[in-house]
């Protein structure tokens, strides 16, 4: 079985927790749209109680893939906080109705500025919190999607976003008979008092109702998925693809000296004998600031 046990759903009690009013919607009503929502592997889940919080901030514990099916109970109980449930997107068709790029940096992530550059880019993802104040990015579609397609949107836009490394759900393009797939924690554990919920391109925390209107809005149809990567005329011929899209991009700040470091690299390695010239020339190019 192909499990990933760091991909895992929980809580940190250490973490200060928003508090959110659930009391316009009932509990039963919420669960059923999230379990609607993030429809995938039908005859297996995941679950996991936390153990531990690591020294980077990511937490780890138990998790188990259990071979049953994911319900609507099963979702109330996490939204209550009582077990945590992970789901597998791909489907034993090889389809899936959503993905996720899952960022795991658990320090100093600016989440709304990640949303902000999300929708600046004009990429229909859903950016949230995880439970180690990493970052999921949930893209969704209106009709089944090969997962395969799925993964490739998702690895172009992590790339554009400067997370090329990102890891991408699903991980799978299609399953055996006996296989289970990885599975990624579902947002919104114990949604009353949550450290995972999505944000606003201020930062502001959203609600699990209105996480849902948004999501239930953002989903992308057919052509969406059909649309090729731009491969284009690359700025650093067959230099990595996230360098390339920050050259397209811009560098923020904060992310300068360890761009320019990866980009002497390159050019360290495609000419040795010119290569002080060239970061110098690209430095002048591209890093100036603005």
């Not at 949303?115 to 919190?129: E, S, Y």
């Not at 209105?210 to 239930?216: D, G, I, P, S, Y």
């Not at 953002?218 to 969406?224: L, R, V, Y």
């Amino acid at each position: 079985m192909n499990e990933d046990l760091s991909k895992i759903p929980g809580d940190d009690a250490d973490n200060p927790k928003l508090h959110f009013d659930c009391n316009t919607t009932d509990a039963s009503a919420l669960a059923h749209r999230f379990n609607t929502l993030f429809s995938g592997l039908e005859r297996a889940h995941g679950e996991y109680n936390i153990d531990q919080k690591q020294e980077d901030g990511k937490l780890t514990g138990t998790a188990v893939t259990l071979r049953q099916p994911v319900t609507d109970e099963l979702w109330a109980q996490h939204l209550a906080g009582r077990n945590g449930i992970g789901i597998v997107p791909v489907r034993d068709d090889s389809t899936c109705l959503w993905g996720a790029i899952d960022i795991d940096q658990y320090s100093g992530l600016d989440h709304g500025r990640m949303a902000a550059t999300v929708a600046r880019l004009g990429f229909p993802l859903v950016t949230c919190q995880s439970k180690s104040k990493g970052c999921h990015l949930y893209l969704f579609a209106r009709e089944p999607v090969n997962a395969g397609t799925m993964q490739d949107r998702l690895r172009d836009m992590a790339a554009k976003l400067g997370h090329g490394g990102a890891e991408i759900f699903p991980k799978q393009r299609k399953l055996l008979p006996k296989e289970c797939g990885n599975w990624i924690n579902g947002p919104y554990f114990g949604m009353e008092r949550t450290v995972r919920y999505a944000v606003d391109v201020t930062g502001k925390a959203l609600s699990a109702e209105v996480f849902l209107q948004l999501a239930e809005s953002s989903k992308m149809g057919p052509d969406f998925f059909e649309v090729s990567v731009n491969k284009g005329e690359e700025p650093l011929p067959g230099g990595p693809p996230c360098l390339q899209h920050l050259v397209t991009l811009g560098f923020p700040e904060g992310t300068r000296n360890n761009s320019l470091l990866n980009v002497g690299i390159y050019f360290k390695f495609v000419n040795p004998d010119t290569f002080s010239a060239d970061v110098e020339a690209f430095n002048r190019q591209h890093m100036q600031l603005g």
